[in-house]
T-cell receptor, first 112, second 112 residues
Framework: DQQVKQNSPSLSVQEGRISILNCDYT??????FLWYKKYPAEGPTFLISISSIKDKNEDGRFTVFLNKSAKHLSLHIVPSQPGDSAVYFCAASPSNDYKLSFGAGTTVTVRA | DADVTQTPRNRITKTGKRIMLECSQT?????MYWYRQDPGLGLRLIYY???????NKGEISDGYSVSRQAQAKFSLSLESAIPNQTALYFCATRGQKNQPQHFGDGTRLSIL
């Protein structure tokens, strides 16, 4: 049973607008969360992370929000650019564990 | 040079053949992982190793074996390949807790 779920397989957004990607988790022991970005023919690359002691973390155009009570996190990309077109994976782990659980991914397409 | 290198990048083989996928890293990380990616399922953990003498099964280890030949090398073997092992395989490394995993560019494996 998947412990990390990304219920939207795809998202299409116009260049310059906001992209919002969602992720839900079921394991209450998760307290470290990451987003990875993947281009075709490449491996996933780390984008941004957040620990459970925070509810927001920002890095340039990328912001991750964490709602622990709802077991939900989201990634905001503002403004979206054509180079952001990729597959985005949400991942999570307990802080005392070196293993990650991944969601199925959301394919983002940024339209010019 | 890539920090995490996977060979081969692509492989087509027949049912019943033995296959080895190799991974080497220059990051100096103790922890190494093998994942497979299937459409709609994200990345699933096959095996992981926390040092040369420590090998652990992941969530889908059946049909696979691994060898940690050195801190920098972690190989994945399919002893007798079957078509449902057709997938994209990724190797990853990780340093300290609450640090992201770093991925290679993957091996696309097709079993006919």
């Amino acid at each position: 049973d998947q412990q990390v779920k990304q219920n939207s397989p795809s998202l299409s957004v116009q260049e310059g607008r906001i992209s919002i990607l969602n992720c839900d988790y079921t394991n209450s022991m998760f307290d470290y969360f990451l987003w990875y970005k993947k281009y075709p023919a490449e491996g996933p690359t780390f984008l941004i992370s957040i620990s459970s002691i925070k509810d927001k973390n920002e890095d340039g155009r990328f912001t991750v929000f964490l709602n622990k009570s709802a077991k939900h996190l989201s990634l905001h990309i503002v403004p979206s650019q054509p180079g952001d077109s990729a597959v985005y994976f949400c991942a999570a782990s307990p802080s005392n564990d070196y293993k990650l659980s991944f969601g199925a991914g959301t394919t983002v397409t940024v339209r010019a | 040079d890539a920090d995490v290198t996977q060979t081969p990048r692509n492989r087509i083989t027949k049912t019943g053949k033995r296959i080895m996928l190799e991974c080497s890293q220059t990051k100096g990380h103790d922890r190494m992982y093998w994942y497979r990616q299937d459409p709609g399922l994200g990345l699933r953990l096959i095996y992981y190793s926390f040092d040369v003498k420590d090998i652990n099964k992941g969530e889908i280890s059946d049909g696979y074996s691994v060898s940690r030949q050195a801190q920098a090398k972690f190989s994945l073997s399919l002893e007798s390949a079957i078509p449902n092992q057709t997938a994209l395989y990724f190797c990853a490394t990780r340093g300290q807790k609450n640090q992201p995993q770093h991925f290679g560019d993957g091996t696309r494996l097709s079993i006919l």
